[in-house]
């Protein structure tokens, strides 16, 4: 036991001064600076102009805020979609040299176009889900249900999406080849780990809030 704890510590300790770790947080926290930074330019804008109201028709009212976050998104993406590009290379070892790191455009890279699909179907689960769940749970209970079942049913196409990030292919020929070469359920493979560090994303920001007030 005591071996297998002296492996394990600097086996993390590793893991944490890696550059390519080290690079991945850095790429990630652009990212996040990014998305944030845009949504707060442009959020209350678009907000204005798509206007839901209470009178609205539910149909509508789903459509208006899916449409409301969607065209939020699909702006913070243009600007950060590259660097999440840059922290999935990390992550396997395969940051490109210095000098091919130029940052771009979200939708002239490969992945954008799915990654846009994405935030459409998972807006209209989320969405949607409310007026199943409102009725029986309280809203942050059942806000968190339909986040996480919501995170596991777009999964498949979060993985099809880093597919064509790291291989360059298109939709069609990421989907296949995932699929032929390592089965229809490697689709969701990873979907419980993204769960878990959403789970992990709310506890921290819940104690966070808690220790500021």
């Known amino acids: 036991k005591s071996k297998y704890m002296n492996d394990l ?6 893991l944490l001064i890696d ?25 209350e804008r678009i ?3 798509i206007n839901v ?31 999440s590009y840059m922290q999935s290379l990390c992550s396997v070892n395969k940051l490109p040299p210095k000098n091919e790191r130029k940052w771009h ?9 799915m990654l846009c699909a994405t935030t459409v179907i998972d807006q209209l ?21 339909r986040t996480y079942a919501s995170n596991f049913l777009i999964h498949p196409l979060y993985t099809i999406m ?8 298109n939709i069609w020929d990421a989907t296949k080849n995932l ?19 959403s789970v992990i994303y709310d506890l921290c920001g819940k104690t966070f809030d808690d220790l500021l007030k």
Not at 55 to 83: A, Y
Not at 126 to 142: G, I, Q, R, T
């Open 179 to 197: 699929v032929t070469n390592y089965g229809f359920f490697s689709l969701f493979d990873g979907a419980f780990c993204e769960i878990a560090r």
């Open 19 to 43: 550059e390519n770790s080290l690079m991945a947080i850095y790429y990630r926290t652009c990212l996040l600076l990014t998305s944030h930074g845009t949504a707060q330019i442009f959020k």
């Open 162 to 169: 880093r597919r064509q990030m790291l291989t360059n292919e």
């Open 105 to 113: 455009f979200g939708f002239t890279q490969r992945g954008f176009t």
């Open 9 to 14: 510590i600097p086996s993390y300790f590793n």
């Open 53 to 83: 109201q209470r009178t609205d028709k539910r149909r509508i009212r789903i459509l208006k805020r899916v449409m409301f976050s969607t065209i939020t998104r699909v702006i913070t993406f243009s600007f950060g979609h590259w660097f």
């Open 47 to 49: 907000k204005r102009k």
């Open 125 to 145: 689960l989320w969405y949607s889900s409310y007026y199943w769940f409102a009725p029986y749970l309280e809203k942050k209970v059942h806000s968190k249900i």
